[in-house]
């Protein structure tokens, strides 16, 4: 297993158009994050999956976010009608469930690097 | 993470020790965590703290946890051109599962 890997590294797009990026985690790791990073910023929390259940969503994900995981394991990360403010690094990380007291490590992947012109 | 703060910036020289600081506001996070990004990379996980410890040294790194205080400090030992990056304190949210994570010091070692 090479860790999580993100697709594509990089997409560029006209506003109004949609994109969706892929990540698949670590093939163990029950638990998938999704976070948007931008310039000068720590990554700010999006949605987080157990398995193929979406536990909890940010206010941060707008009605034109939507992102699935269908089988517990890729998930996919959909942004329709993109607008400048959407450019940012979106990363993907996992994680191996245990107890909710647990360190819950969280393993990050390279991410996907969104500019909309 | 608008609960985690971090002092933006920090310059050391090559050999040095760096001390990179944070603070949080939720007294319940039982796990504390730095993190590394390098240019166009990902976060890397370099070591977490559970919240009844004081210190935990692993190799150059050392964390410190005042609890009281709610700061954390990561310590670099003998710091490297290689260290150079940006360092994120991070701590469990309210869920318990996702984390937090503040806006990161950027370390430039000189040689």
């Known amino acids: 297993d090479t860790g999580v890997s993100q697709d594509p590294r990089h997409k560029i797009t006209k506003r109004g158009q949609n994109v969706t990026f892929r990540c698949d985690p670590i093939s163990e790791h029950n638990r998938l994050y999704w976070y948007r990073q931008t310039l000068g910023q720590g990554p700010e929390f999006l949605t987080y999956f157990q398995n193929e259940a979406q536990l909890e969503k940010s206010r941060l994900l707008s009605d034109r976010f939507s992102a699935e995981r269908p089988k517990g394991s890729f998930s996919t990360l959909e942004i329709q009608r993109t607008e400048q403010g959407d450019s940012a690094m979106y990363l993907c990380?996992?994680?191996?469930?245990?107890?909710?007291?647990?360190?819950?490590?969280?393993?990050f992947g390279a991410g996907s690097r969104l500019t909309v012109l | 993470g608008e609960d985690v703060e971090q002092s933006l910036f920090l310059s050391v020289r090559e050999g040095d020790s760096s001390v990179i600081n944070c603070t949080y506001t939720?007294?319940?996070?039982?796990?504390l965590y730095w993190y590394k990004q390098e240019p166009g990379a990902g976060l890397q996980l370099l070591t977490y703290i559970f919240s009844n410890m004081d210190m935990k040294q692993d190799q150059r790194l050392t964390v410190l946890l005042n609890k009281k205080d709610k700061h954390l400090s990561l310590r670099i030992a003998d710091t490297q051109t290689g260290d150079s990056a940006i360092y994120f304190c991070a701590e469990k949210g309210p869920s318990g599962y996702a984390l937090n994570f503040g806006k990161g010091t950027s370390l430039l070692v000189t040689p």
């Open positions: 939720d007294s319940s996070s039982t796990y």
């Open positions: 990380a996992s994680s191996l469930g245990g107890r909710v007291s647990g360190a819950n490590v969280l393993t």
